[in-house]
């Protein structure tokens, strides 16, 4: 290819386009002179121009391997709209049948496909790879590379298999690009590619338009979304959850309260999928509830915000899915909720897989940990994850600089920290260095014997929660580094054996706290906004239960008579978003007499409800809750149901438990008979008949150590379900 081809026109011929981005025009003289390249450019950079244009001035075919269809039929169709032959650009995978494979075969074999792309698993079969060797091909080009390393946020197995497939269908230069990759998997996707002497244009990690916040995550979490959303209306936006379950019922609930949303995952049919995708494109939905599957190919520069209902399982995954947001320069919020259960979920996963994938995995974890519960500039976190170093103190686009912490004074801590590193020779990673500072003989610091020495718990007189703060801000300011690749050892840098030498002021900031209870039910109600109207319910609900020689709590729950002092439901439609109230209660008679209570003391104090607070709920995972109802009326045992379902006996009796609160009658006597003794029912049935409280821990206490949680909480499900419903 001639090297004084004017690329500028060539842009403007095919792209309409008077100007290339960043460092474009460097990398594809570079493809166009045949080297290998390495591009690492953040989601919005212009990555795919990258081989796009230089696929359409050379001769032969480009072959684009990717993972994913989605972005294949994207680009495709966008190619497609800028050349005068429809078959200047095809895709080959699982979705084509035999007569749209021989079209894109015959379209190549007559010179107008520039470009092809193709999943790794189709390059490697058989029939595909016999074809291609008699292809002219002009480069290939790997995207998403970040899947060759098992240390990328995405890893593939297959894209291994792409170096030695090149090497039967023919070599040809390889330019391969990602949008997010730390140093380690830079190398790794080198080394495995053949490609290690290829040139590399790096551009910066900095996205200046995205505002990164991390919230703490409540059982209020959906009423916050959905308030944030209304606060953004018409604006489009993704949120990434871990489980397709999850993604259904959040999808579900955002419908209910007027937000136009749509699911996607990849149990959804392709159609599905692919009709979802088109309607975000169209703006006829606004959200997306979405695994990480989506938004990959998705070309969609005006995503306005993107929120993470569950943190992701690396940072390199979390930067991969916020940079969906604000590809065209705009405003793009990044939001994610956090809570350190979430991180146990995760770590849950992990089980039962290779050892060595296990430790990545931890790791990952560990520094999405840091990043979610740290004080410092998340903009610099994020930027020093990925080895570049941001300069400024303050970026003035994240919550924590747009609301800083106090700094404190942290030299002291410094010195011992890197002092402890160099006296346990380096060998260890963070939490073992605190582990040894606090003093806390856990067995891996006991199998070492460190609690030998002298140091040991030389920082037990501080506070525990300073440690980590230091650790990591010590990691940004250059004066310790973590080695990823050898299991995350903390090393003491030049920097940090100089600062031993000459002691300097060391300001922090302290991490922020996160509470784990956003799973937990409330025990004893969850505190009501207005408590003179919570006073007034609980008075009436104490009439209603004499009336009708019923407890208290079979006529509402605590948590139902908070939340109606909160919410102010004055009907009964109203009322059935009030948790623990569903249809069945709301068509008990005393049902009126509560929301008329509610009417009247808001007419007479003049009380403004806000409307837009008030969260319409949907049978939360309704379908599960149905089978549960059928199966129990079809009387098969519980266990039965719940190895049916893949869930616990646990998670099933807080299905049961929550069917039965909101007003729905279950009949389980068929599996009491079965699994208990008569009067052990009938003893724990009268103590629930005579007590004042539902509670758990109470009702073990009273009832003493021959009957076991499980019966007592079959029993109470059997109460609730004759005398509430």
Known sequence: MPQEINLTAALKKYFGFDKFKGDQEHIIRNVLEG?????LMPTGGGKSLCYQLPSLLMDGTAIVISPLIALMKNQVDVISNLSEHEGTAHYLNSSLNKAAIDQVKADILAGYTKLLYVAPESLTKEDNVEFLKSVKISFYAVDEAHCISEWGHDFRPEYRRIRPIVNEIGEAPIIALTATATDKVRSDIKKNLGIVDATEFKSSFNRPNLYYEVRAKTKDVDKDIIKFIKQHPGKSGIIYCLSRKKVEELAAILRANDIKAAAYHAGLDSTTRTQTQDAFLMEDIDVIVATIAFGMGIDKPDVRFVIHYDIPKSLEGYYQETGRAGRDGGEGICLAFYSSKDLDKLEKFMEGKPVAE????????????????????????????????????????????????????????????????????????????????????????????HHELDEFGIGEDDDEKIWNPVIRQALIAGYIKKEVENYGLLKVTAAGKKF????????????????????????????????????????????????????????????????????????LEELKNIQGVGEGKVKQP???????????????????????LRVRTVAKKSMLKVKIIQSIDRQVALDDIANAQGIDFDELLDEIEAIVYSGTKLNIDYFLEEVMDEDHIDDIYDYFAESDTDKLSVAQDELGKDYSEDEIRLVRIKFISEMAN
């Open 500 to 571: 031993l030498k000459s002691p300097k002021s060391f300001m922090i900031v302290k991490d922020a706290e996160f509470s784990d209870d956003y799973e937990a039910e409330p025990e004893g109600g969850t505190g009501a906004l207005d408590p003179t109207l919570s006073a007034m319910l609980r008075d009436l609900r104490k009439k209603v239960s004499k009336r009708l020689g019923r407890p208290p709590y079979v006529i509402f729950q605590d948590v139902s008579i908070d939340q109606m002092a909160t919410d102010y439901p004055v009907t």
């Open 358 to 449: 296990q430790d990545i995995g931890r790791q990952l974890l560990v520094e999405t940990a840091a990043y979610a519960e740290t004080s410092v500039c998340r903009r610099k976190m994020l930027l020093h994850y990925f080895g570049e170093v941001y300069e400024k103190d303050n970026c003035g686009n994240c919550d924590n600089c747009l609301h800083p912490k106090t700094k404190i004074e942290a030299k002291d801590q410094l010195i011992t920290v890197l002092n402890v590193i160099q006296l346990i020779k380096e060998n260890f990673r963070s939490d073992y260095v605190i582990d040894f500072i606090i003093g806390k003989e856990t067995e891996e610091i006991l199998a070492h014997k």
């Open 590 to 612: 005393y049902a009126k007499e509560f929301v008329d209570l509610i009417a009247k003391y808001c007419e007479e104090n003049e009380i403004e409800r806000q409307m837009d």
């Open 35 to 39: 080297k290998d390249t390495f591009v």
